[in-house]
């Protein structure tokens, strides 16, 4: 079983950057692909982000290229998203959640297997 819990959120201002951790617990997190959805105030819970398992490959959606970064760091089991540049489009509860295909590609809600409970980034103008 694996257990991932967001933090890391927060209000900000239009511009400013904030940074979310994804601890992941669990044997296997090494093997699995992490992604990041967010669902905007009632909205579908929409792709963000996602990193294979190596961390060699890394997927973007259009929205958030270029100012959003995912990493990872296996020994601390922690996934990170960086966020600069945010608007206030970005405010959403944003979700980690781990794939066991290990790739990371799915772009849809049911291409992964775990996911964490949410933390609120609320962006103003």
């Known amino acids: 079983q694996v257990q991932l819990v967001e933090s890391g959120g927060g209000l900000v201002q239009a511009g400013d950057s904030l940074r979310l951790s994804c601890a992941v617990s669990?044997?296997?997190?090494?093997?699995?692909?992490i992604g990041w959805f967010r669902q905007p105030p009632g909205k579908e819970r929409e792709f963000v982000a996602a990193?294979?398992?190596?961390?060699?490959?890394?997927y973007y959606s259009d929205s958030v290229r270029g100012r959003f970064t995912i990493s990872r760091d296996d020994a601390k089991k922690v996934v990170a998203l960086q966020m600069n540049s945010l608007k206030p489009g970005d405010t959403a509860v944003y979700y980690c959640?781990?794939?066991?295909?290990?790739?990371?590609?799915?772009?849809?809600?049911?291409?992964?297997?775990?996911w964490g409970q949410g933390t609120q980034v609320t962006v103003s103008s």
């Open positions: 990193i294979n398992w190596s961390g060699d490959n890394t």
């Open positions: 959640t781990a794939d066991k295909s290990a790739e990371g590609r799915g772009r849809t809600i049911y291409e992964y297997d775990y």
């Open positions: 669990g044997r296997s997190f090494s093997t699995y692909a």
